[in-house]
Each structure stands twice: as C-alpha cells, then as structure tokens.
T-cell receptor, first 113, second 110 residues
C-alpha cells in the first residue's frame, strides 16, 4: 500500500483554469504538507496542516487554497492558474510537526500552457 | 543569507570513492537534521536523520553534525552509480518547520 498518494500525477491545463490536486496518507500521521518544487529543484513549503488545522501558510498567492477534510487527506485547489504555477507539487506527512521525518508523495507535475 | 545552504554541484566521484556532501544552516535553534535523496523525476526519500552532535552511521552512509559550526554533512562510502541523485539537506528550525537546501547533484562515474 502506498503511504502517501497524490492524484493526478500529471496535470496539463490552460492559463486561467481552476484545478485541484488530492493527497491521502495511510500512515496515521497528524501533520500534512504541500511543497512546491520549481525547475531548479528548490523545494519550498507552502502549507502545513496538523490534524485538520492550518499551521503554516507561507507567502503563497491566495489563488492557492488548501483543504483538509480529515487528518488523512489534504487537497490543494488552485484558481486562475498562471504560467509561473508550473512546477511539481509534493504532498508530505509526518507523525508530528516539523521535527519528525516527512514522507513524500510521488508528486504532481503541473504544466500551465 | 539563505537559511540552509548546500553546494549545488554537480559533484562527480568515481565508483568506489567517498562522496562528501555539505550543508550549513543559519538558525542556531535548529534541532533536527535530515538528508533526503531525490532521483530525477521522483520524490524525495529519507536517507538519514541526526539530532545530536557527532557522527551517525547507517551502512555506507554517515551523517555528521556540528551544531557549534552550524554544519551537517553526509558521507557516502564505496559510492555506486545507483547513488547518482540530488541530495537534499533539510533542517527543522526553532519554528519547527522543515527548510530544505537547494540540493547537491551527485554523479558517480562507473
């Protein structure tokens, strides 16, 4: 069984569209994260949720809205997509907050045309 | 100043050699230190974590931490071509948030 899963794996869309990425973890972890990895491979945290509560909200355009229906799921909705949103988005989870090992999902490669 | 700095490389070593990867961090309150490996097109996977000053060994991998110098390193002994990947240093600072370095690309030449 996959520990942290994401769907879709690839997402190609036009500028201005709205899209969602879903993430699920079956590790029983309390904390989940969204990261963005740009073309230079720099991995930057976007959001962190602990037991459905938003903990970290880095400087991210408000077009990005996370939603955690329960502690095993963390979805990312993006409105009005822009060219600069093209990147790989990784979901991750950890048992507790940032002091614990984070386990990453396979990533979603988003391409905005 | 970047919070977590790594030499971006690329770093090339011959097969069987020791690869040395270095990382410095700025937050003196940092408590946890992680090394992740990322193959091209894949997600980061944990290699090692270290919390205390000194060395921690796991197979061919050794993590070294020096909190006074704010320095953490990863040594890979008997490097193999399968070790060719980008290695990411990650530090959990006083804000209990993981900050990643930009990664060092390692190539092990057969």
């Amino acid at each position: 069984d996959t520990a942290v899963s994401q769907t879709p794996k690839y997402l190609v869309t036009q500028m201005g569209n709205d899209k969602s990425i879903k993430c699920e973890q079956n590790l029983g972890h309390d904390t989940m994260y969204w990261y963005k990895q740009d073309s230079k491979k720099f991995l930057k945290i976007m959001f962190s949720y602990n037991n459905k509560e938003l903990i970290i909200n880095e400087t991210v355009p408000n077009r990005f809205s996370p939603k955690s229906p329960d502690k095993a799921h963390l979805n990312l909705h993006i409105n009005s997509l822009e060219l600069g949103d093209s990147a790989v988005y990784f979901c991750a989870s950890s048992r507790r907050g940032g002091v614990d090992t984070q386990y990453f999902g396979p990533g979603t490669r988003l391409t905005v045309l | 100043q970047k919070e977590v700095e790594q030499n971006s490389g690329p770093l090339s070593v011959p097969e069987g050699a020791i690869a040395s990867l270095n990382c410095t961090y700025s937050d003196r309150g940092s408590q946890s230190f992680f090394w992740y490996r990322q193959y091209s097109g894949k997600s980061p996977e944990l290699i090692m974590f270290i919390y205390s000053n000194g060395d921690k060994e796991d197979g061919r991998f050794t993590a070294q931490l020096n909190k006074a110098s704010q320095y953490v390193s990863l040594l890979i002994r008997d490097s193999q071509p399968s070790d060719s990947a980008t290695y990411l240093c990650a530090v959990s600072g006083s804000a209990r948030q993981l900050t990643f370095g930009s990664g060092t690309q390692l190539t092990v030449l057969p």
